[in-house]
């Protein structure tokens, strides 16, 4: 801390005043609610803005208006010393389960949109700040409100339904045109006319009053109302922050400190300096400055005060348009549409007009739009005022503009337009929303009047560049000439030729990026020629006119059954009971392992990675770091009492790296210091000095040409191959890859190690989904008994299978530095250092040749698969052996061959994620029948359908099965979904629309429930009564959202024969439950409900003789009896799962307990001048058995089909040629948000279904509707071939997953692609590797 005295700071949160004497320009709203005022509901996901985990609202008094502004905002972006007068409102201010919940909290969690729960406070907060504002929101308010709020789990649908209560609109299907409403009965009821049961009854919600609210605090109205107003100054550790209170004091500050930023909203200026580690001394915020956000309007258009945020902006230019003219206010609605799509909610409240103009971003959306309007900044220094067009010399490098260090710039003219005058924003991003663009553009043109003869034109580009650029050749070419395809075709060439993009540029995407500039072009081109036919300057025949994607979420179907009519009412086994935190998560109070409070001594552990793929470490000095204030220790290899590395099928994985890198991210030695901040500083500090060695491996193709794999490579047989490829009447050779995938669960890889003190004994508190190997790991690390280690899970915030072996590996070099220090040692990563170091889904390249009759019959397979293992074998010989015991999916293909082989990289370890290998290896295998489809010129489904397993049937591997409820599966969903009438509609559709296609896919899944590897199919459970009649019950799996404590509650309640509230599971510990299984293989609840049964029918046997006795007692006296009887009232439950295996050499076994069967159908519309698409509907029939609790399956079912849809279209990881991830943060790894929920997302549960091998008659679902996902993928590509048929395209051609928009753009090879010549190969190094 500073020893200078600051100003005291002064804002209240949660309705009390809170003085800071000391506040610190560095520390931020989160850190401060979290570790000081431990309000620890507020959530950190990602610390850039970019997840919404953290959001809260502020309130401000405006004294000019008198009113008070409420708005929502990254807590983590918000520097507090921004937010003096201000008052703040988290989570547990606006309703708590001790006193009365908030409506919001109370319909999110009763909707059952919570499971894992971590970003649910920021789901509630954005929505409370949205009811401040509007009591009576649209649906299109509520999906602006969440756009910026990232799931991982759920798919967003509840969400969405839950906060729809809030609409007074009647948003269902018949507002929204569609015949078969649900209002009209005929979807909600079922075949036996009774009505569906449903998942939540919104009649018995709290009603939302306006009333109840906290009330701004009075003494901040008086603060703002302060005749004279005083400049304030905070001094920190390492940087001064000065609020001036006039203009001139502003420019006076400015000239004085011309290198200190003007801080406004941080949305610039705060990522900078956390993650590029940038240092001001001194920042200045112009917030109080009143002229910074003056608004003032003329006859020739608006100055809008620099200060003023998008959000306001945004306001201003919707109050603006209906009060002038049309003609007039063609600029201003052209920025309400790019507004709409920059950033998210919380990120337009709080960024600055000119904060936007001054960042200069390359890919800017308000700059191309501000210089082809016209626009101008007027600017102030110590020179005086003047005005700055913003045009092509404004803007002259990256993140650099022509105004001088001491400028301030105080408001931005925003002209109107004139008549014949048209301006148009057009962008397109990786995500719909919130996501920065790969190309954005700002478009005017202006006629002679009455003519269609160009008098003037502007075109800017945004992410053409370090900057934004005007594209002055081609509007030259342009004017004076007619608005027609002659002066457009002409005019692309010049564009081409005007923005080149070298093949190494930043961002990649250049053959994209090149040809996006044309089709933009050429909507603007297609937009104004039906303007000037509505104005009647032509009377040209015109091109379809260009409509935006739909884009209105509508209420969606989920189906399941009723309870059987005789189950008792208190039995909730079978109902859609509430995940059991939803509300504890709804109003934060839910305990996440850095929710922990601190202890006294803590340290807080940062890793020091190598910043290097494969090299020899030559040297590691810690001296520098090991001055820095607050480090206390950095940990090495050395410092290992035990085993230094971990051991996985024979291949070593060294906890710390010691003579040699194999991977940039690596652990090379860990800083341990009194604060997170101290540590990171200290991990800065290290050096490590490298010698590369030569060729590294990072692509598959690499791999194989160096045969670097990890053994053993494994190969299936059914059938004679070679043989039957003789006897077919095709052939077709194809192949596929696909991307990985980032785990991007919202909590990051978290734990804490308490030393006990004594006896060589540690707690370990941390987020995995396996206990008892973080436990063995520990214990075996600190060459301690695993009797010493005892392991806590209270929940996870997210795993899908990437909180098991890194997990294990990060405990035990925590561990490591507790020992050592004899302190209490807690490491949380970074969202960048988790995305870097923990690896994720595999990359896989499929090869295959297929044989194939006329009729479509396959006859024979040969497949070649390769994944992407990284740099540790982690599990990826279990995955590539799960792909090939997948590869027949749902077909009954008679000559099959299979052969995987996980390559070595040198890449960050790949490992266990959702599906475990299936959603890769059954891509490959939907696609070969897809392509066998095309060649045949045949629709896909009938294809599927000829191939479908059919009666008895028995597996590649020898394994007998009914296919029954597969097929009844893939029935029900083309009835459910209306496939052949929507085939239709879509094939009609596509040919009246040259430039948006539709496409529908449907997929079916058979997916093998349990581990072949037998060991892990047990688990145990243990019981307690105690003499209240209350029951804990402790069981082996690990709470992570997918809702297995509330299956197990419902477990216990129906055997005990007591309400589920008498129930309760407080955690999972290894001194519990000992000697685990993961949770995992979508087999946690058949595990642990099994031995949760029997360890509750022990206990309820032994209470039989006293029941017997007291047959009118009650539980609670029965519980007592037992105990003045000295009868036990604690068990253990233990489940022996089926002897599971599978024999490598003879190709045979039974890998699987059982299979779940599910069907999906996808539709949706894609724009081929962009490539973007929207998912119009989905309808996913599943066969679960008996639902223990459908609305957690329908959970499970709706959350890993999202997570699929994020796989295979969207989710996209990009590393550089030397083998660096760039993606490491949200605003580059675009996980599926609410804008890519299908607008109608159906779910059935297939009825009459029962399954003998799990408990009571269930199935697992957490991973199988992963792959459905892909449903989505195959729509698009059945648009694309749509939108390649137009070009003269047939036949089978290959895409890629992700299919993001740029793969879909390209593979519609329109004219627009084919008019960017290739870049020459080998003329420069792309900017990202293809892994
Ligand atoms: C998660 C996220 C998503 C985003 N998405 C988009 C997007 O989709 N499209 C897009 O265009 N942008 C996007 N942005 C960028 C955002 O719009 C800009 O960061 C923002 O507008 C900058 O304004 P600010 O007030 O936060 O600037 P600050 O960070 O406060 O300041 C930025 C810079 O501007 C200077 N500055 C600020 N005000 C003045 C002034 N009055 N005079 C002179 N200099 C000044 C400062 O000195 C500083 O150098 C995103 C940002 C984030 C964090
Ligand atoms: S933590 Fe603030 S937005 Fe992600
Ligand atoms: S419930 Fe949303 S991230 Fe887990």
Known sequence: MSGKQGDALCLFINGKKVTEDHADPETMLLPFLRDKLRLTGTKSGCGGGGCGACTVMVSRYQPATKTIAHYSANACLLPLCQLHGAAITTVEGIGSSKTRLHPVQERIAKAHGSQCGFCTPGMVMSMYALLRNKPQPTMEDITQALAGNLCRCTGYRPIVDGCRTFCQEANCCQANGGANCCLNGDENTNESGHENPRLFDQEKFLPLDPTQELIFPPELILMAEASNPQTLTFHGERMTWVSPTSLEELVQLKAKHPKAPLVMGNTNIGPDIKFKGVLHPLIISPIRVKELFEVSQGP?????????????????????????????????????????????????????????????????????????????????????????PLNQEFFVGFGKTVLRPDDVVVSVFIPFSTKGEYVRALRQAPRKEVSFATVTAGMRVRFSEGSRTVQEVSLYFGGMGPTTVGAAKTCQAVTGRPWNEETLNEAYDVLLGELALPLSAPGGKVEFRRSLTLS????????????????????????????????????????????????????????????????????????????????????????????????????????????????????????????????????????????????????????????????????????????????????IEDAIEKSSYFEPRRVVAKGDVTEAFKSVDRVYEGQIRMGGQEHFYMETQSMLVVPVGEEREFKVYVSTQWPTLAQEAVAETLDIQSNRVTCHVKRLGGAFGGKVIVTSILASITAVAAWKTNRAVRCVLERGEDMLITGGRHPVLGKYKVGFMNDGRIMAVDYHYFANGGCFVDESILISEKILLHLDNAYNIPNMRGHSAACRTNLPSNTAFRGFGVPQGLLVVENMVNDVAMALGRPADQ???????????????????????????????????????????????????????????IIPIKYGIAFAESF????????????????????????????????????????????????????????????????????????????????????????????????GGSWETWVREAHLQKISLSATGFFRGKDLYYDWDKMEGQPYAYFTFGACCSEVELDCLTGDYRTLRTDVVMDIGRSINPSVDIGQIEGAFTQGLGLYTLEELNYSPTGVLYSRGPSQYKIPAVCDVPLRFNVYLLPDSHNPHAIYSSKGIGEPTLFLGSSVFFAIKDAVAAARSDSGLSGPFTLDTPATPERAFLACASPFVKKVPASKPGSSKPWALNI
């Open 520 to 699: 933009l072009l050429f909507k603007f081109y297609l937009d104004v020629l039906q303007k000037l036919r509505e104005t009647n300057v032509i009377k040209d025949e015109l091109p379809e006119k260009l409509q935006p994607l739909p884009r209105e979420i509508q209420p969606s179907l989920q189906e399941f059954q009723h309870v059987p009519k005789d189950q008792d009412d208190q039995d909730p086994v079978g109902r859609p009971m509430m995940h059991r935190s939803a509300v504890s998560q709804a109003t934060g109070e839910a305990v996440y392992c850095d929710d922990l409070p601190q202890t006294d001594g803590e340290l807080f552990l940062v890793l020091v990675t190598s910043s290097r793929a494969h090299a020899k470490i030559t040297g590691l000095d810690v001296s520098e770091a090991l001055k820095l204030p607050g480090v206390v220790d950095v940990i090495t290899a050395n410092d290992i009492p035990g085993k230094r590395t971990r051991v996985m099928f024979g291949y070593e994985q060294e906890l710390f790296a010691e003579d040699e890198v194999v991977c940039v991210g690596q652990t090379v030695c860990a800083v341990v210091a009194d604060t997170k901040a101290h540590a990171k500083r200290g991990a800065y500090a290290v050096k490590i000095t490298y010698e590369d060695l030569p060729d590294p491996i990072f692509t």
């Open 1016 to 1111: 892990l199919n047990q688990a145990g459970a243990l019981v307690h009564i105690y003499k209240d009649g209350s029951v804990l019950v402790a069981h082996g799996g690990t709470e992570m959202g997918q809702g297995i404590h509330t299956k197990m509650q419902q477990v216990a309640s129906r055997e005990l024969h007591i309400p589920t509230s008498k129930v309760f599971i407080s955690e999972t510990s290894t001194s519990s439950v000992p000697n685990t299984c993961p949770s995992a293989a979508s087999f946690g609840t058949d595990a642990n409900g099994m031995a949760v049964k029997e360890a509750c029918e022990i206990l309820y046997r032994r209470l039989e003789p006293i029941r017997q006795k007291d047959p």
């Open 943 to 1001: 294809v599927r359908e000829i191939n479908m397993y059919k009666g008895p049937s028995v597996t590649h591997y020898k394994f007998e099965f009914s296919p029954e409820n597969l097929r009844r599966c893939w029935e029900q969903c083309k009835l459910k979904s209306e496939y052949d009438a929507r085939r239709q509609a879509a094939a009609q559709f596509n040919q009246q629309s040259r430039w948006k296609k539709r496409g529908v896919a």
């Open 300 to 388: 020739d258009g608006v100055w809008v005060g620099a200060g003023c945020s998008l959000s306001e902006l945004h306001s201003l230019l919707e109050k603006m348009v209906p009060q002038h003219p049309e003609e007039k206010t063609e600029l201003l609605r052209a920025l309400i549409q790019q507004l709409g799509y920059l950033g998210s909610q919380q990120i337009r409240n709080v960024a600055s007009l000119g904060g936007n103009v001054a960042s200069a971003y390359p890919n800017s959306d308000l700059n191309p739009v501000l210089a082809a309007g016209n626009c101008r900044v007027r600017v102030v220094s110590g020179g005086g005022r003047r005005e700055v």
